[in-house]
Protein backbone atom coordinates (compact mmCIF):
# COMPACT_ATOMS: atom_id res chain seq x y z
CA UNK A 1 0.00 0.00 0.00
CA UNK A 2 1.49 3.73 -1.14
CA UNK A 3 1.71 6.07 1.07
CA UNK A 4 2.39 9.99 0.56
CA UNK A 5 2.48 12.85 3.27
CA UNK A 6 1.67 16.01 2.58
CA UNK A 7 3.00 19.54 3.63
CA UNK A 8 1.02 19.30 7.01
CA UNK A 9 2.75 16.30 7.88
CA UNK A 10 -0.65 13.91 7.57
CA UNK A 11 -0.41 11.09 5.98
CA UNK A 12 -2.63 10.08 2.81
CA UNK A 13 -3.02 6.39 1.59
CA UNK A 14 -4.37 5.05 -1.80
CA UNK A 15 -7.00 2.76 0.06
CA UNK A 16 -8.10 1.36 -3.30
CA UNK A 17 -4.78 -0.55 -3.95
CA UNK A 18 -5.80 -3.34 -1.00
CA UNK A 19 -9.31 -4.19 -2.73
CA UNK A 20 -6.62 -5.67 -5.69
CA UNK A 21 -5.30 -8.19 -3.04
CA UNK A 22 -8.59 -9.13 -1.25
CA UNK A 23 -8.40 -12.86 0.45
CA UNK A 24 -10.77 -15.52 -0.58
CA UNK A 25 -13.42 -16.09 2.18
CA UNK A 26 -14.64 -19.65 1.81
CA UNK A 27 -16.29 -22.26 3.82
CA UNK A 28 -16.96 -26.08 4.01
CA UNK A 29 -20.06 -27.45 5.06
CA UNK A 30 -21.94 -30.75 4.30
CA UNK A 31 -22.96 -33.11 6.53
CA UNK A 32 -21.38 -35.16 9.42
CA UNK A 33 -18.34 -36.60 9.37
CA UNK A 34 -18.47 -36.08 6.00
CA UNK A 35 -14.39 -34.87 6.36
CA UNK A 36 -14.37 -30.92 6.51
CA UNK A 37 -12.28 -30.74 9.00
CA UNK A 38 -9.86 -33.17 7.74
CA UNK A 39 -10.36 -31.50 3.81
CA UNK A 40 -9.52 -28.63 5.63
CA UNK A 41 -6.01 -30.04 7.43
CA UNK A 42 -5.12 -31.34 3.94
CA UNK A 43 -5.06 -27.71 2.38
CA UNK A 44 -2.87 -26.32 5.04
CA UNK A 45 -0.40 -29.32 5.20
CA UNK A 46 -0.25 -29.99 1.79
CA UNK A 47 0.11 -25.90 1.09
CA UNK A 48 3.08 -25.65 4.01
CA UNK A 49 0.40 -23.49 6.35
CA UNK A 50 1.07 -25.37 9.67
CA UNK A 51 3.28 -23.36 12.01
CA UNK A 52 6.31 -25.75 13.15
CA UNK A 53 5.30 -25.79 16.51
CA UNK A 54 1.70 -26.72 15.58
CA UNK A 55 2.77 -29.93 13.74
CA UNK A 56 5.58 -30.92 16.19
CA UNK A 57 2.22 -31.03 18.91
CA UNK A 58 0.12 -33.50 16.39
CA UNK A 59 3.18 -35.65 15.85
CA UNK A 60 3.56 -36.08 19.51
CA UNK A 61 -0.08 -36.63 20.30
CA UNK A 62 -0.32 -39.16 17.50
CA UNK A 63 2.59 -41.10 18.81
CA UNK A 64 4.41 -42.66 15.21
CA UNK A 65 0.26 -43.07 13.88
CA UNK A 66 -0.58 -40.68 10.86
CA UNK A 67 -1.49 -37.28 12.16
CA UNK A 68 -5.34 -36.34 12.79
CA UNK A 69 -5.41 -33.51 10.49
CA UNK A 70 -8.41 -33.00 11.79
CA UNK A 71 -7.70 -31.44 15.07
CA UNK A 72 -5.93 -28.61 13.00
CA UNK A 73 -9.66 -27.16 12.98
CA UNK A 74 -11.43 -28.79 15.84
CA UNK A 75 -9.96 -26.92 18.63
CA UNK A 76 -12.59 -27.42 21.42
CA UNK A 77 -12.27 -30.26 23.62
CA UNK A 78 -16.17 -31.19 23.38
CA UNK A 79 -14.67 -31.32 19.69
CA UNK A 80 -12.36 -33.74 20.01
CA UNK A 81 -14.08 -36.10 22.12
CA UNK A 82 -17.25 -36.15 20.38
CA UNK A 83 -15.02 -36.14 16.86
CA UNK A 84 -17.73 -33.34 15.44
CA UNK A 85 -17.30 -29.31 15.16
CA UNK A 86 -19.53 -27.68 17.26
CA UNK A 87 -17.98 -24.00 16.05
CA UNK A 88 -16.81 -22.58 13.30
CA UNK A 89 -13.48 -22.68 12.67
CA UNK A 90 -11.29 -20.01 11.18
CA UNK A 91 -7.95 -20.49 10.05
CA UNK A 92 -5.97 -18.55 7.14
CA UNK A 93 -3.17 -19.70 4.28
CA UNK A 94 -1.91 -18.27 1.13
CA UNK A 95 -0.58 -20.04 -2.24
CA UNK A 96 1.86 -18.53 -4.44
CA UNK A 97 -0.61 -16.69 -6.31
CA UNK A 98 -3.72 -16.24 -3.39
CA UNK A 99 -4.44 -16.12 0.04
CA UNK A 100 -7.24 -17.94 1.72
CA UNK A 101 -9.35 -17.61 4.55
CA UNK A 102 -11.19 -20.99 5.51
CA UNK A 103 -14.33 -20.74 7.92
CA UNK A 104 -14.89 -24.48 8.63
CA UNK A 105 -19.08 -24.83 9.39
CA UNK A 106 -20.46 -27.61 11.68
CA UNK A 107 -22.16 -30.40 9.59
CA UNK A 108 -24.76 -31.52 12.53
CA UNK A 109 -28.32 -30.27 12.01
CA UNK A 110 -28.37 -28.98 15.60
CA UNK A 111 -25.69 -26.00 14.67
CA UNK A 112 -26.54 -25.06 11.61
CA UNK A 113 -27.17 -21.50 12.84
CA UNK A 114 -23.36 -21.35 12.90
CA UNK A 115 -23.37 -22.57 9.20
CA UNK A 116 -25.51 -19.30 8.52
CA UNK A 117 -22.67 -17.25 10.22
CA UNK A 118 -19.60 -18.94 8.06
CA UNK A 119 -21.70 -18.36 4.82
CA UNK A 120 -22.70 -14.50 5.87
CA UNK A 121 -19.51 -13.09 4.71
CA UNK A 122 -18.03 -15.99 2.51
CA UNK A 123 -17.00 -15.53 -1.28
CA UNK A 124 -17.77 -19.10 -2.06
CA UNK A 125 -18.52 -22.41 -0.23
CA UNK A 126 -17.01 -25.89 -0.61
CA UNK A 127 -20.13 -28.59 -0.11
CA UNK A 128 -18.32 -31.83 0.89
CA UNK A 129 -20.35 -35.06 0.01
CA UNK A 130 -19.26 -38.56 1.43
CA UNK A 131 -19.83 -40.87 -1.63
CA UNK A 132 -19.76 -43.69 1.41
CA UNK A 133 -22.84 -42.67 2.12
CA UNK A 134 -24.65 -42.90 -0.46
CA UNK A 135 -26.12 -45.74 -2.27
CA UNK A 136 -24.58 -45.01 -5.86
CA UNK A 137 -26.38 -48.20 -7.12
CA UNK A 138 -29.75 -47.24 -7.93
CA UNK A 139 -30.58 -45.05 -10.21
CA UNK A 140 -30.81 -40.98 -9.22
CA UNK A 141 -28.83 -40.98 -6.20
CA UNK A 142 -30.57 -39.39 -3.09
CA UNK A 143 -28.63 -37.05 -1.06
CA UNK A 144 -28.27 -36.40 2.54
CA UNK A 145 -30.33 -33.50 3.82
CA UNK A 146 -27.33 -31.73 5.43
CA UNK A 147 -25.88 -31.18 2.16
CA UNK A 148 -29.18 -30.02 0.98
CA UNK A 149 -29.98 -27.60 3.62
CA UNK A 150 -26.42 -26.24 3.27
CA UNK A 151 -26.51 -25.61 -0.13
CA UNK A 152 -30.01 -23.90 -0.31
CA UNK A 153 -28.04 -21.80 2.47
CA UNK A 154 -25.53 -20.82 1.08
CA UNK A 155 -27.50 -20.06 -1.87
CA UNK A 156 -30.32 -17.72 0.03
CA UNK A 157 -27.29 -16.42 1.97
CA UNK A 158 -25.98 -15.27 -1.60
CA UNK A 159 -22.62 -16.79 -1.55
CA UNK A 160 -21.22 -16.02 -4.91
CA UNK A 161 -19.81 -19.47 -5.60
CA UNK A 162 -20.40 -22.94 -4.95
CA UNK A 163 -18.27 -26.01 -5.46
CA UNK A 164 -18.79 -29.58 -4.63
CA UNK A 165 -16.56 -32.09 -3.64
CA UNK A 166 -17.11 -35.93 -3.49
CA UNK A 167 -14.60 -37.14 -0.69
CA UNK A 168 -13.32 -40.69 -0.40
CA UNK A 169 -14.09 -42.67 -3.65
CA UNK A 170 -10.71 -44.36 -2.77
CA UNK A 171 -12.86 -45.84 0.43
CA UNK A 172 -14.90 -47.93 -2.67
CA UNK A 173 -13.35 -50.94 -3.98
CA UNK A 174 -14.79 -51.14 -7.73
CA UNK A 175 -16.75 -49.05 -9.54
CA UNK A 176 -14.93 -45.45 -8.39
CA UNK A 177 -15.74 -43.71 -11.79
CA UNK A 178 -19.25 -44.72 -11.83
CA UNK A 179 -20.13 -44.05 -8.75
CA UNK A 180 -18.25 -40.59 -8.92
CA UNK A 181 -20.59 -40.19 -11.87
CA UNK A 182 -23.73 -40.92 -10.30
CA UNK A 183 -23.23 -38.43 -7.31
CA UNK A 184 -22.22 -35.98 -9.28
CA UNK A 185 -25.34 -36.10 -11.54
CA UNK A 186 -27.57 -36.07 -8.71
CA UNK A 187 -25.89 -32.79 -7.34
CA UNK A 188 -26.07 -31.33 -10.99
CA UNK A 189 -29.93 -31.90 -10.91
CA UNK A 190 -30.11 -30.69 -7.12
CA UNK A 191 -28.12 -27.22 -8.29
CA UNK A 192 -30.48 -26.95 -11.37
CA UNK A 193 -33.22 -27.63 -9.64
CA UNK A 194 -32.87 -25.22 -6.59
CA UNK A 195 -31.05 -22.54 -8.90
CA UNK A 196 -27.63 -22.92 -7.74
CA UNK A 197 -24.85 -22.57 -9.90
CA UNK A 198 -21.63 -24.94 -9.27
CA UNK A 199 -18.53 -23.91 -10.29
CA UNK A 200 -16.65 -27.85 -9.95
CA UNK A 201 -17.24 -30.64 -9.29
CA UNK A 202 -13.88 -32.77 -7.92
CA UNK A 203 -13.46 -35.70 -6.23
CA UNK A 204 -11.19 -35.60 -3.95
CA UNK A 205 -9.58 -38.02 -0.70
CA UNK A 206 -8.91 -35.60 2.32
CA UNK A 207 -7.31 -38.36 4.17
CA UNK A 208 -4.95 -39.40 1.46
CA UNK A 209 -4.72 -35.95 -0.14
CA UNK A 210 -5.87 -36.94 -3.71
CA UNK A 211 -7.26 -34.03 -5.92
CA UNK A 212 -6.72 -31.44 -2.75
CA UNK A 213 -4.01 -29.77 -3.31
CA UNK A 214 -2.06 -32.19 -6.06
CA UNK A 215 -3.30 -34.18 -8.39
CA UNK A 216 -4.47 -37.67 -7.58
CA UNK A 217 -1.88 -40.85 -9.17
CA UNK A 218 -4.96 -43.47 -8.38
CA UNK A 219 -7.83 -41.97 -10.56
CA UNK A 220 -6.72 -41.54 -14.26
CA UNK A 221 -10.44 -41.01 -15.28
CA UNK A 222 -10.66 -37.60 -13.92
CA UNK A 223 -8.64 -35.18 -15.81
CA UNK A 224 -9.99 -31.63 -14.25
CA UNK A 225 -8.51 -29.20 -11.58
CA UNK A 226 -7.39 -30.37 -8.01
CA UNK A 227 -9.73 -28.34 -5.54
CA UNK A 228 -6.43 -25.80 -4.59
CA UNK A 229 -6.50 -25.38 -8.41
CA UNK A 230 -10.39 -24.19 -8.56
CA UNK A 231 -10.31 -22.19 -5.49
CA UNK A 232 -7.39 -20.31 -6.90
CA UNK A 233 -9.58 -18.81 -9.88
CA UNK A 234 -12.77 -18.38 -8.30
CA UNK A 235 -13.95 -14.69 -7.61
CA UNK A 236 -14.23 -12.48 -4.68
CA UNK A 237 -17.50 -11.38 -3.96
CA UNK A 238 -18.07 -8.22 -6.25
CA UNK A 239 -18.98 -5.18 -3.91
CA UNK A 240 -21.62 -2.51 -5.63
CA UNK A 241 -18.53 0.18 -5.77
CA UNK A 242 -20.70 2.07 -8.15
CA UNK A 243 -23.89 4.05 -7.18
CA UNK A 244 -25.07 5.83 -4.10
CA UNK A 245 -23.10 5.55 -0.79
CA UNK A 246 -24.75 3.36 1.95
CA UNK A 247 -22.76 3.46 5.44
CA UNK A 248 -23.85 1.67 8.69
CA UNK A 249 -22.32 3.66 11.06
CA UNK A 250 -20.83 1.08 13.88
CA UNK A 251 -19.22 4.06 16.31
CA UNK A 252 -18.42 7.48 16.99
CA UNK A 253 -14.78 8.50 17.71
CA UNK A 254 -13.56 12.02 18.50
CA UNK A 255 -10.84 12.98 16.13
CA UNK A 256 -6.91 12.74 17.69
CA UNK A 257 -6.23 16.38 18.38
CA UNK A 258 -4.34 18.69 20.76
CA UNK A 259 -6.00 21.21 23.14
CA UNK A 260 -9.60 21.41 24.55
CA UNK A 261 -11.16 23.65 21.59
CA UNK A 262 -13.66 22.46 19.10
CA UNK A 263 -12.81 18.44 17.67
CA UNK A 264 -14.27 16.90 15.16
CA UNK A 265 -16.48 13.59 15.76
CA UNK A 266 -15.18 10.43 12.95
CA UNK A 267 -17.97 8.50 12.46
CA UNK A 268 -17.11 4.67 11.30
CA UNK A 269 -17.93 1.83 9.29
CA UNK A 270 -17.72 -0.02 6.91
CA UNK A 271 -19.09 0.60 3.42
CA UNK A 272 -22.42 -1.20 2.04
CA UNK A 273 -22.36 -0.06 -1.30
CA UNK A 274 -20.96 3.00 -3.01
CA UNK A 275 -17.82 5.10 -2.45
CA UNK A 276 -17.37 8.61 -0.16
CA UNK A 277 -14.86 11.42 -0.60
CA UNK A 278 -14.30 14.72 0.80
CA UNK A 279 -17.11 17.18 -0.64
CA UNK A 280 -19.59 14.70 -0.89
CA UNK A 281 -23.18 15.42 0.45
CA UNK A 282 -24.69 13.20 2.76
CA UNK A 283 -27.55 12.28 4.90
CA UNK A 284 -27.74 10.48 8.40
CA UNK A 285 -30.47 8.14 8.94
CA UNK A 286 -32.94 8.62 11.07
CA UNK A 287 -32.81 12.32 11.74
CA UNK A 288 -32.68 13.18 8.01
CA UNK A 289 -29.86 15.78 8.55
CA UNK A 290 -27.31 16.04 6.10
CA UNK A 291 -23.95 17.70 5.67
CA UNK A 292 -20.89 17.83 3.84
CA UNK A 293 -18.13 15.48 4.24
CA UNK A 294 -14.82 16.85 5.11
CA UNK A 295 -12.72 14.65 5.02
CA UNK A 296 -12.55 10.44 4.88
CA UNK A 297 -10.41 8.53 6.86
CA UNK A 298 -8.80 4.52 6.41
CA UNK A 299 -6.53 2.79 8.65
CA UNK A 300 -5.84 5.52 10.70
CA UNK A 301 -5.11 8.23 7.65
CA UNK A 302 -6.55 10.56 5.47
CA UNK A 303 -7.33 9.34 2.37
CA UNK A 304 -8.24 11.06 -1.11
CA UNK A 305 -11.78 8.49 -0.95
CA UNK A 306 -13.09 4.82 0.67
CA UNK A 307 -15.41 2.25 -1.73
CA UNK A 308 -17.52 -0.83 -0.92
CA UNK A 309 -15.94 -3.36 1.53
CA UNK A 310 -13.67 -0.93 3.09
CA UNK A 311 -13.59 0.22 7.13
CA UNK A 312 -13.81 4.58 6.46
CA UNK A 313 -14.26 7.00 9.11
CA UNK A 314 -16.20 9.86 7.96
CA UNK A 315 -15.42 13.66 9.24
CA UNK A 316 -18.75 16.14 8.17
CA UNK A 317 -18.27 20.10 8.12
CA UNK A 318 -20.60 20.68 10.74
CA UNK A 319 -21.42 18.98 14.39
CA UNK A 320 -25.02 16.35 13.38
CA UNK A 321 -26.07 14.41 15.80
CA UNK A 322 -24.97 10.35 15.10
CA UNK A 323 -24.53 7.82 16.98
CA UNK A 324 -23.97 3.24 16.56
CA UNK A 325 -26.63 2.23 14.57
CA UNK A 326 -27.52 5.09 12.72
CA UNK A 327 -27.02 5.09 8.81
CA UNK A 328 -24.67 7.32 6.34
CA UNK A 329 -25.94 7.71 2.48
CA UNK A 330 -26.58 9.59 -0.52
CA UNK A 331 -29.42 11.90 0.13
CA UNK A 332 -32.84 10.75 -1.23
CA UNK A 333 -31.06 7.65 -1.94
CA UNK A 334 -32.51 5.16 0.79
CA UNK A 335 -36.28 5.22 1.38
CA UNK A 336 -37.35 3.60 4.37
CA UNK A 337 -39.80 0.60 5.14
CA UNK A 338 -41.66 -0.47 8.18
CA UNK A 339 -43.50 -3.66 6.95
CA UNK A 340 -41.71 -6.14 3.82
CA UNK A 341 -41.31 -9.69 2.92
CA UNK A 342 -38.44 -12.06 3.82
CA UNK A 343 -37.05 -15.56 3.39
CA UNK A 344 -36.62 -16.45 7.25
CA UNK A 345 -33.51 -19.06 7.82
CA UNK A 346 -34.94 -20.58 11.49
CA UNK A 347 -32.23 -21.63 14.25
CA UNK A 348 -34.34 -21.81 17.61
CA UNK A 349 -35.46 -24.56 18.57
CA UNK A 350 -38.25 -22.39 20.25
CA UNK A 351 -40.63 -21.65 16.80
CA UNK A 352 -40.95 -18.36 14.71
CA UNK A 353 -44.88 -17.41 15.69
CA UNK A 354 -47.17 -15.02 14.01
CA UNK A 355 -47.96 -12.14 16.39
CA UNK A 356 -44.74 -12.91 19.01
CA UNK A 357 -42.43 -9.46 19.36
CA UNK A 358 -38.50 -10.20 18.59
CA UNK A 359 -35.95 -7.43 18.11
CA UNK A 360 -33.91 -7.31 14.97
CA UNK A 361 -30.58 -5.79 14.11
CA UNK A 362 -30.38 -4.36 10.66
CA UNK A 363 -26.90 -2.91 10.10
CA UNK A 364 -25.96 -1.82 13.79
CA UNK A 365 -29.43 -0.57 14.69
CA UNK A 366 -31.68 -2.41 16.98
CA UNK A 367 -35.03 -2.35 16.81
CA UNK A 368 -38.41 -4.38 17.63
CA UNK A 369 -40.48 -6.40 15.06
CA UNK A 370 -43.25 -8.87 15.02
CA UNK A 371 -43.46 -11.27 12.42
CA UNK A 372 -47.31 -10.85 10.53
CA UNK A 373 -47.94 -13.65 8.26
CA UNK A 374 -46.03 -17.00 7.69
CA UNK A 375 -46.48 -17.23 3.50
CA UNK A 376 -44.95 -20.65 3.21
CA UNK A 377 -42.38 -22.95 4.13
CA UNK A 378 -39.39 -24.19 1.49
CA UNK A 379 -39.43 -27.95 2.12
CA UNK A 380 -35.69 -29.11 1.51
CA UNK A 381 -36.30 -32.41 -0.07
CA UNK A 382 -38.42 -31.19 -3.06
CA UNK A 383 -37.90 -27.52 -2.89
CA UNK A 384 -42.24 -26.99 -2.91
CA UNK A 385 -43.06 -24.49 -1.09
CA UNK A 386 -45.56 -25.74 1.66
CA UNK A 387 -47.84 -24.07 3.81
CA UNK A 388 -47.19 -23.13 7.05
CA UNK A 389 -48.40 -21.38 10.22
CA UNK A 390 -44.93 -21.43 12.17
CA UNK A 391 -41.07 -22.25 11.24
CA UNK A 392 -39.31 -24.76 13.67
CA UNK A 393 -35.30 -25.05 13.89
CA UNK A 394 -33.73 -25.42 10.94
CA UNK A 395 -36.81 -24.72 8.79
CA UNK A 396 -36.77 -21.77 6.09
CA UNK A 397 -40.20 -20.13 4.79
CA UNK A 398 -40.87 -16.29 3.44
CA UNK A 399 -42.47 -14.16 6.24
CA UNK A 400 -43.91 -10.68 6.15
CA UNK A 401 -42.28 -8.14 9.03
CA UNK A 402 -43.34 -5.27 10.82
CA UNK A 403 -40.59 -3.37 12.73
CA UNK A 404 -41.12 -1.02 14.98
CA UNK A 405 -39.32 2.21 13.50
CA UNK A 406 -39.21 2.11 9.67
CA UNK A 407 -35.45 1.17 7.99
CA UNK A 408 -33.80 1.63 5.59
CA UNK A 409 -33.97 -2.35 3.92
CA UNK A 410 -32.98 -3.20 0.40
CA UNK A 411 -33.12 -6.36 -1.35
CA UNK A 412 -30.86 -9.29 0.04
CA UNK A 413 -30.23 -9.92 -4.08
CA UNK A 414 -28.98 -6.42 -4.37
CA UNK A 415 -26.93 -6.02 -1.09
CA UNK A 416 -25.76 -7.93 1.51
CA UNK A 417 -25.87 -5.56 4.55
CA UNK A 418 -28.47 -3.40 3.54
CA UNK A 419 -30.99 -6.59 3.61
CA UNK A 420 -29.69 -8.62 6.12
CA UNK A 421 -31.49 -8.82 9.54
CA UNK A 422 -30.67 -11.27 12.65
CA UNK A 423 -33.94 -11.87 14.32
CA UNK A 424 -33.70 -12.25 18.62
CA UNK A 425 -35.45 -14.28 21.42
CA UNK A 426 -36.13 -10.94 23.41
CA UNK A 427 -36.39 -13.32 26.36
CA UNK A 428 -33.39 -16.21 25.65
CA UNK A 429 -31.13 -13.12 23.89
CA UNK A 430 -30.83 -16.05 21.34
CA UNK A 431 -29.88 -15.53 18.09
CA UNK A 432 -33.47 -16.95 16.36
CA UNK A 433 -33.44 -16.46 12.88
CA UNK A 434 -31.36 -14.93 9.92
CA UNK A 435 -34.06 -12.45 7.56
CA UNK A 436 -33.02 -12.05 4.12
CA UNK A 437 -35.42 -9.14 2.56
CA UNK A 438 -36.74 -10.04 -0.97
CA UNK A 439 -37.73 -6.75 -3.61
Not at 51 to 76: M, Q, V, Y
Not at 384 to 410: K, S
Amino acid sequence: MSTVTDVNNVEHIDAGEELAHKALRFLTAGSVDDGKSTLIGRLLFDSRGILADKLDALEKRAAGAPIDLSLLTDGLEAEREQGITIDVAYQYFATKTRKFIIADAPGHEQYTRNMVTAAAGSDAAVVLVDITKLDTSVDGVVLLPQTRRHSLLARLLRVPSMVSAINKPDAIEAGTKAAFDAVAKALTKFAEEAGITVRGIVPVSALRGDNVATPSANWDWYTGPTLLQLLETLPVADEAHDGNLLVPIQYVARDEGHGTGHQHRVMWGRIAHGSVKAGDTVQIFPSGETAIVASVRHAGSVVDACTAGQSAGIVLDRQVDVSRGDWVFTPGSAPTQQTFSGTLAWLDTEPAVLGRKYWVRHGNRWVQARITAIDHRLDINTLEEVDAHELGVNEIGRVQLQTQQALPVEAYADNRVGGALIVVDPTTNRTSGALLVQA
